[in-house]
């Protein structure tokens, strides 16, 4: 039988083109999620969206500026709690959503003992 636990789902929805300071916005929070220890964390770049302004941003013709880009962390719901705070200090109007999941625990993790 598999082991699964409960886990929240957080996305946070920028542009490619926000920055924190000197860097891309996405790194900001990715390092900042690093530091905080949280389970895992990836992004990624889409070819198409758009937001709050209804303008479409994609790829055109083989160029692209400004796509969107998604940071999603997941870990379990007091850590991403704790770790809320920051991003809203990092955001930037971002639309962020959160949802609950279940991860698919290793062999031998001792989920559900």
Do not use: N
């Not at 770790?83 to 625990?105: D, N, S, W, Y």
């Amino acid at each position: 039988m598999a082991d699964w636990a409960e886990a929240i789902s957080l996305c946070i929805m920028i542009s490619e083109a926000d920055v924190e300071g000197e860097r891309p916005l996405h790194e900001a929070i990715l390092k900042a999620a690093q530091d905080a220890g949280l389970a895992g964390a990836k992004v990624t770049r889409a070819i198409a969206g758009y937001g709050r302004s209804h303008h479409i941003h994609e790829i055109w013709r083989g160029f692209s500026y400004d796509l969107p880009v998604v940071v999603e962390i997941i870990d379990s719901e007091d850590k991403i709690d704790a770790f809320l705070p920051t991003v809203q200090r990092l955001r930037q109007g971002a639309l962020v959503t959160r949802q609950r999941v279940e991860i698919l625990m290793p062999r031998g993790s001792g989920a559900g003992t």
